[in-house]
Each structure stands twice: as C-alpha cells, then as structure tokens.
C-alpha cells in the first residue's frame, strides 16, 4: 500500500517556476513508478510526466518538454515536479501517482495509487 501527499502548489505569474512534491508512504518507494497527471477545469485529466524507479527513464507530454522536469529521491521517498516558465495553460489541479511494475506508463488507469492533489493557477 501506497500513500501519496503532493505540495507545494500555488498562484504564479505567467513565466513563474514551481516546484510540486510528492511525498509516499511505504518502504518500497523505490520500485514505484511515479507520475504526475493534471486536470484543468472542464477537462479530462492527462498525463504530465512520470519516471521509472530507479530515476534513469522519464517521459514527458509535449507541452511541458523543455519546461517541467520530473525526479525523485528514493532515500526520502519523494518525487518532484520543477515547472519552469509557467504558462496559464498549465493552470489545473496536478496529481501524483503511482504504480507497480517497470514501464513508465501514461495512462492514468495504469496507476493504483493517488494523492489528493495540489492546485496550480498561473495568471497572465
């Protein structure tokens, strides 16, 4: 069993930087993989990034390539979200996951684990 608590949402100017964390419960943290998925108002949730568990895969939607960057540390059982240049589309509630196995999946049925989530809103 897993149990995720996110942080560190907020308002941010347009352009902005945050940085999400995801904090886990469990002594197996390591072999999960973790995601980050949002979902803004009005719209279904979509996958953001995740990575695998020993941190050397990662994968990325297309609107956050080059902005966002996903990692974790296994020795404090967290993963980060470092969003960079923020946008007002990236306004939404952002999810942390998780999921047994190796793959770095993408979609969201794929993970049996879930924080509450953390609100992000950047205004232009």
């Known amino acids: 069993q897993v149990q995720l608590v996110e942080s560190g949402g907020g308002l941010v100017q347009a352009g902005g930087s945050l940085r999400l964390s995801c904090a886990a419960s469990?002594?197996?943290?390591?072999?999960?993989?973790m995601g980050w998925f949002r979902q803004a108002p009005g719209k279904e949730r979509e996958f953001v990034t995740a990575i695998n568990c020993s941190g050397s895969s990662t994968r990325y939607t297309d609107s956050v390539k080059g902005r966002f960057t996903i990692s974790r540390d296994n020795a404090k059982n967290t993963v980060y979200l470092q969003m960079n240049s923020l946008k007002p589309e990236d306004t939404a509630v952002y999810y942390c996951?998780?999921?047994?196995?190796?793959?770095?999946?993408?979609?969201?049925?794929?993970?049996?684990?879930w924080g509450q989530g953390t609100q992000v809103t950047v205004a232009s």
């Open positions: 996951a998780a999921r047994s196995g190796v793959s770095v999946a993408t979609e969201d049925y794929a993970y049996g684990y």
């Open positions: 469990g002594r197996t943290f390591s072999c999960y993989v």
